[in-house]
């Protein structure tokens, strides 16, 4: 039986390769697979996890990290910002039958034209040392007025309270550190792949089907929390992920301009996960 | 570019013997042995002398001296005397051989004198004079033209016509039939009337101080004005070009 | 073990085969000296059609490769006899002719016939190739020794693994020339003659064409065109001029060298430029191809790092 029995062209990349093309995605892409603080973009020394990145990054002065903004202190109003970073790392594919990935028993077995994805979701909090803390609370004591019991008597009302001249308000800080605290969390997802049309164009998308952060408690924490990363996936990451269908085929019709490559129609599976391959179908249409 | 094509050949249309031209000829035979000098002239008018050396010891039983060629030669070396070359102009014949003159190319015009050459300047008696041909003597020519000719040897009184009727082109190429050779009395017996086809030769034996001169009158009824295959005006563009280099017309 | 798989199906190849096809084109010239003529051409054609066929060997056989003559020009410079009147015998003897007149030639020269035959669009021909895929991996020469591959990007000199199609046979098959070719060749030889003289009064012309005889056949005995003018013509552009073995040559050469049927960059891009940050590229450690009688596979083996 021939791979092009009911197709023109097709091309299939294994799980070893395809992790492959992920790391190589990391190397050359940090910016999509790390997040944090123009401070810690500034001292990548301070990350949870040293990005390993291809030296041309650097070279043409491409980013690290994906800036962020530093996260609130509420009640601060603004004022007070913590540095952290997010990092998804030791990120790994299996295609169905899945036998890398030992999937958490949340999302069952893998299903049939699905892929499974495990990675550490490693993050860090610039929290203020004792130091930095006790020099904060002297700002904020200086900005908040004090509530008087004595003026509270005098004024013949609990509930007035007498007006105060207000304190000069200082300018919003990030709070530096010298050390983030450092966490990682195991997530798995599994996810489908589909092929979209964008104008004449057929691109590879990747859909998420479900997601799991192993043993977080309590549980209404977890499921916050997994909705979080999901969101970040679907939303931050999957969308910038978008590989041209023909590149898989290495292109091989890109110079004969009166062809079009279109995926084959009236297959099952069309990309298909199976055997522990992504397999695509492609026909070609003489323009 | 075209190939130098013998003109002359297709245009004359008056042939005389005392004026050799492409396409005739004079003979005569030399009996005695000895040295003659050959003056040649044209339209009259001397040009060069060259000598014939007639010994029983030499096996060449014919000379044919091209006047034109010969012409051309010496005016390109600025000879006009053989004596200052005698190993190149003399010409060798047997005892009893025939001296044949012509012109290959050229409008001609030439006339030949034949003495010997010891004899003095005041009293050689030519032995042979192309303008006055001695009983013997040949003269010969190929008409190309077909048509209607006029022959007369005034001195004479021989006058015929020459009939040349048309070749046509057929499926063999025309190769013409045996010369012709008449004298006066063979014209009185053809009723003054000769019938030859294009490019036939013809040659009459002269009865002695003769000088022939032969005419084109009219064309025949079939002389095709146009005729060959595919006559143009005009030069024709097809496929076929000429491809010789380094000839002009 | 490879990484990426991908086949195209015979069709597939053939469309791109059909790519590689339509950029040939030649335009040659060439002459020779044959003894009594000399011969010359002026050709171009180019490629259309053909069926491209894999094969269980490892083959790719290409068949029915038409060949379009966008130019067929066929030249012969001729000598023709010597055209001259008289020479006849004016006094025979039985030991031969004792007085013979003189010869007086039409030409001063011995003319050369020029013939110039159009027959683009006359001849029908067809290649056919029988060839191995060859791999090959290429380092543009004006690429730097020690360029990176992001620089090697910008100045468009990166490196590329090639698949050309590497002919072990190409053969040529020269078919039937139209029926007209035989009559061309009569007009234009009597065209020939024309030119020559064209200038002559009409009777001088009949007259010289009585003497050649039929010019055609002439011509045509010259030449040694023999009965078939169709083998004469093959036979003289395919073995004389060695056409058909130029032509094997330059097609052989531009399929095996020249163009290839697949140019794939290394490292191969996945995501271009965009917003400032570079290109995701991979880079290609190995490639195997293998050709069944359905389909031609490329086998590629990723590296771990650029």
């Given at each position: 039986m021939a791979f092009t029995d009911h197709s023109?062209?097709?091309?299939?990349?294994?799980?070893?390769?395809?992790?492959?093309?992920?790391?190589?995605?990391?190397?050359?892409?940090?910016?999509?697979?790390?997040?944090?603080?123009?401070?810690?973009?500034?001292?990548?020394?301070?990350?949870?996890?040293?990005?390993?990145?291809?030296?041309?990054?650097?070279?043409?002065?491409?980013?690290?990290?994906?800036?962020?903004?530093?996260?609130?202190?509420?009640?601060?109003?603004?004022?007070?910002?913590?540095?952290?970073?997010?990092?998804?790392?030791?990120?790994?594919?299996?295609?169905?039958?899945?036998?890398?990935?030992?999937?958490?028993?949340?999302?069952?077995?893998?299903?049939?034209?699905?892929?499974?994805?495990?990675?550490?979701?490693?993050?860090?909090?610039?929290?203020?040392?004792?130091?930095?803390?006790?020099?904060?609370?002297?700002?904020?004591?200086r900005i908040n007025t004090p509530i008087f019991v004595d003026d509270l008597v005098n004024s013949g009302s609990l509930t007035h309270v007498p007006d105060r001249p207000a304190a000069t308000q200082p300018k919003p800080i990030v709070v530096p550190t010298r050390k983030l605290k450092c966490f990682c969390l195991e997530v798995f997802a599994v996810g489908h792949i589909e092929i979209i049309q964008i104008g004449n164009r057929f691109v590879f998308k990747p859909k998420l089907d479900g997601l799991e952060i192993v043993d977080l408690r309590p549980q209404e924490m977890e499921d916050s929390i997994e909705c979080y990363v999901a969101s970040v996936i679907r939303l931050g990451l999957l969308p910038r992920l978008q590989v041209a269908m023909e590149k898989i085929v290495f292109d091989q019709m890109s110079e004969i301009l009166t062809v079009t490559l279109k995926p084959t129609p009236g297959l099952p599976n069309n990309p298909a996960i199976e055997g522990d391959e992504l397999k695509v179908f492609i026909n070609m249409e003489v323009a | 570019m075209k190939a130098q094509i013998n003109t002359h050949l297709f245009t004359q249309t008056r042939f005389d013997s005392g004026a050799l031209a492409p396409a005739n000829f004079v003979v005569h035979p030399y009996t005695g042995c000895g040295r003659y000098q050959v003056d040649v002239s044209r339209h009259g008018v001397f040009l060069y002398s060259c000598a014939i050396e007639v010994?029983?010891?030499?096996?060449?039983?014919?000379?044919?001296?091209?006047?034109?060629?010969?012409?051309?030669?010496?005016?390109?070396?600025?000879?006009?005397?053989?004596?200052?070359?005698?190993?190149?102009?003399?010409?060798?014949?047997?005892?009893?051989?025939?001296?044949?003159?012509?012109?290959?190319?050229?409008?001609?015009?030439?006339?030949?004198?034949?003495?010997?050459?010891?004899?003095?300047?005041?009293?050689?008696?030519?032995?042979?004079?192309?303008?006055?041909?001695?009983?013997?003597?040949?003269?010969?020519?190929?008409?190309?033209?077909?048509?209607?000719?006029?022959?007369?040897?005034?001195?004479?009184?021989?006058?015929?016509?020459?009939?040349?009727?048309?070749?046509?082109p057929g499926k063999e190429p025309y190769r013409p039939p045996e010369a012709l050779h008449v004298d006066a009395e063979a014209i009185k017996k053809a009723g003054g009337e000769l019938k030859l086809l294009q490019a036939q030769g013809l040659v009459f034996r002269c009865s002695g101080n003769s000088r022939i001169v032969i005419e084109y009158k009219t064309p025949t009824e079939s002389s095709p004005k146009n005729a060959g295959a595919k006559v143009s005006k005009a030069k024709p563009t097809a496929i076929a070009t000429w491809k010789k280099s380094g000839v002009g017309r | 073990m490879s990484h990426f798989t991908v086949a195209s199906s015979e069709a597939a190849v053939g469309k791109l085969f059909g790519g590689i096809r339509d950029g040939f084109s030649v335009d040659e010239s060439d002459s020779v000296n044959m003894g009594p003529f000399t011969a010359g051409y002026e050709v171009a054609f180019h490629l259309e059609g053909g069926t491209v066929d894999l094969q269980n060997s490892g083959n790719i056989l290409i068949k029915e490769l038409d060949i379009k003559w966008d130019k067929l020009r066929v030249f012969a410079g001729i000598d023709i006899p010597e055209l001259c009147i008289?020479?006849?015998?004016?006094?025979?003897?039985?030991?031969?002719?004792?007085?013979?007149?003189?010869?007086?030639?039409?030409?001063?020269?011995?003319?050369?016939?020029?013939?110039?035959?159009?027959?683009?669009?006359?001849?029908?021909?067809?290649?056919?190739?029988?060839?191995?895929?060859?791999?090959?991996?290429?380092?543009?020469?004006?690429?730097?020794?020690?360029?990176?591959?992001?620089?090697?990007?910008?100045?468009?000199?990166?490196?590329?693994?090639?698949?050309?199609?590497?002919?072990?046979?190409?053969?040529?098959?020269?078919?039937?020339?139209?029926?007209?070719?035989?009559?061309?060749?009569?007009?234009?030889?009597?065209?020939?003659?024309?030119?020559?003289?064209?200038?002559?009064?009409?009777?001088?012309?009949?007259?010289?064409?009585?003497?050649?005889?039929?010019?055609?056949?002439?011509?045509?005995?010259?030449?040694?065109?023999?009965?078939?003018?169709?083998?004469?013509?093959?036979?003289?552009?395919?073995?004389?001029?060695?056409?058909?073995?130029?032509?094997?040559?330059?097609?052989?050469?531009?399929?095996?060298?020249?163009?290839?049927?697949?140019?794939?960059?290394?490292?191969?891009?996945?995501?271009?430029?965009?917003?400032?940050?570079?290109?995701?590229?991979?880079?290609?450690?190995?490639?195997?191809?293998?050709?069944?009688?359905?389909?031609?596979?490329?086998?590629?083996?990723?590296?771990?790092?650029?």
């Open positions: 023109d062209l097709y091309g299939a990349i294994n799980e070893e390769g395809i992790n492959l093309v992920v790391r190589h995605l990391m190397r050359l892409r940090p910016s999509l697979f790390n997040y944090g603080t123009t401070f810690i973009a500034q001292n990548p020394e301070l990350l949870c996890h040293k990005i390993d990145a291809d030296p041309m990054v650097y070279a043409r002065n491409n980013p690290l990290l994906t800036i962020e903004s530093p996260l609130p202190v509420l009640g601060t109003n603004g004022l007070v910002g913590l540095n952290y970073c997010v990092q998804l790392v030791d990120m790994k594919v299996d295609f169905h039958p899945g036998n890398r990935i030992t999937l958490p028993p949340e999302l069952g077995q893998l299903k049939k034209q699905q892929f499974a994805l495990s990675a550490k979701a490693c993050a860090g909090l610039g929290c203020p040392d004792e130091e930095t803390m006790r020099m904060l609370e002297k700002v904020f004591d | 010994s029983e010891i030499h096996p060449e039983k014919q000379i044919s001296i091209d006047l034109a060629q010969l012409d051309a030669k010496l005016r390109k070396s600025g000879q006009t005397e053989c004596g200052c070359h005698p190993d190149e102009n003399v010409f060798v014949l047997a005892e009893n051989g025939y001296g044949l003159f012509y012109a290959s190319n050229g409008s001609g015009g030439y006339s030949v004198k034949t003495y010997p050459v010891d004899a003095q300047k005041s009293d050689r008696a030519e032995v042979f004079d192309s303008t006055a041909l001695a009983k013997d003597d040949l003269f010969g020519i190929t008409l190309l033209r077909p048509g209607d000719y006029v022959m007369k040897d005034a001195k004479n009184k021989l006058q015929c016509k020459i009939h040349v009727a048309v070749v046509k | 008289g020479g006849f015998c004016i006094i025979p003897s039985p030991w031969g002719c004792v007085l013979r007149a003189p010869r007086i030639c039409v030409f001063d020269d011995n003319p050369d016939l020029g013939i110039d035959l159009d027959l683009g669009g006359l001849l029908t021909s067809e290649l056919s190739i029988a060839a191995k895929p060859k791999l090959t991996y290429f380092i543009d020469p004006a690429r730097p020794v020690g360029m990176n591959w992001l620089d090697a990007e910008d100045a468009n000199l990166a490196n590329q693994w090639r698949l050309f199609i590497d002919p072990d046979w190409v053969d040529i098959d020269v078919f039937d020339w139209s029926d007209i070719v035989g009559d061309l060749l009569d007009d234009a030889i009597n065209t020939a003659v024309d030119d020559l003289l064209w200038f002559l009064p009409g009777w001088a012309k009949s007259l010289i064409h009585a003497i050649l005889g039929p010019v055609v056949d002439l011509v045509r005995a010259i030449l040694d065109i023999g009965d078939d003018i169709d083998e004469w013509l093959s036979n003289l552009l395919g073995v004389s001029l060695g056409l058909f073995d130029l032509i094997i040559t330059l097609v052989a050469d531009y399929f095996a060298g020249k163009t290839p049927l697949l140019k794939i960059e290394d490292p191969f891009p996945i995501m271009p430029y965009q917003n400032g940050l570079i290109p995701v590229k991979l880079p290609i450690e190995k490639l195997d191809i293998t050709i069944n009688d359905k389909e031609m596979v490329l086998a590629a083996t990723l590296g771990a790092s650029l």
